[in-house]
């Protein structure tokens, strides 16, 4: 029934490690994208998918790549992770490609890296 | 990037009414205002958005002044499961993509 799903949920992990999130969504939207929510609760995005192609790649270091295998789908993998690496991941995904679609997040995937 | 603006946190009292302003002075023609509520532990949902003048659904109302360097949400007669932070989200759309702007978000605090 979720509609935008991500797994884990928590993920505790060593600093130089290499780790994946997941996130799906079955809302049959064409965009997708990845926030992230540091301890300050701000929300930046980072990515953003549309029907499997990349649209915006916010400032983010090359370590943090997003794969989209289909539409449904948009993975983030995340090399080499660091302390500042920690925060809250969150998954969207919305109808169409337009500031105007409403976004529907999923429940937010927890990092922390020691 | 049309930056937002949101005061930190307000206090209210259950059946008042809340007004959250947010400030984008630098918001382009093309920009929509969206407002979203989250919980703790879950992400954000979406409220309610508008372009210009007054939008109203069942959950909230947005105000948008005729220079849309601002706006404002009003959370009607608020309950206790009111308590949230909101984040105002202006975003721009275009061929290069949509540069999406969240606020820091307003910790709204609803007591008893």
């Known amino acids: 029934d979720t509609a935008v799903s991500q797994t884990p949920k928590y993920l505790v992990t060593q600093m130089g490690n290499d780790k994946s999130i997941k996130c799906e969504q079955n809302?049959?939207?064409?965009?997708m994208y990845w926030y992230k929510q540091d301890s300050k609760k701000f929300l930046k995005i980072m990515f953003s998918?549309?029907?499997?192609?990349?649209?915006i790649n916010e400032t983010v270091p090359n370590r943090f790549s997003p794969k989209s295998p289909d539409k449904a789908h948009l993975n983030l993998h995340i090399n080499s992770l660091e302390l500042g690496d920690s925060a809250v991941y969150f998954c969207?995904?919305?109808?169409?490609?337009?500031?105007?679609?409403?976004?529907?997040f999923g429940p937010g995937t927890r990092l922390l890296v020691l | 990037l049309a930056k937002t603006t949101q005061p930190i946190s307000m206090d209210s009292y259950e059946g008042q009414e809340v007004n959250i302003t947010c400030s984008h002075n630098?918001?382009?023609?093309?920009?929509?205002i969206t407002w979203y509520q989250q919980f703790p532990s879950q992400g954000p949902r979406f409220i309610i958005q508008?372009?210009?003048t007054k939008v109203t659904n069942e959950v909230a109302s947005l105000f948008i002044p005729a220079d849309r360097k601002s706006s404002t949400l009003s959370l009607p007669r608020v309950s206790l499961s009111d308590t949230a932070v909101y984040y105002c989200?202006?975003?721009?759309?275009?061929?290069?993509?949509?540069?999406?702007?969240f606020g820091g978000g307003t910790r709204v605090l609803v007591k008893p």
């Open positions: 969207a995904s919305s109808p169409r490609d337009g500031t105007q679609e409403t976004q529907y």
């Open positions: 809302l049959g939207h064409d965009t």
């Open positions: 998918y549309n029907n499997k192609e990349l649209i």
């Open positions: 630098n918001i382009a023609t093309n920009d929509y």
């Open positions: 508008g372009y210009k």
């Open positions: 989200l202006v975003g721009r759309g275009g061929a290069a993509g949509n540069k999406l702007t």
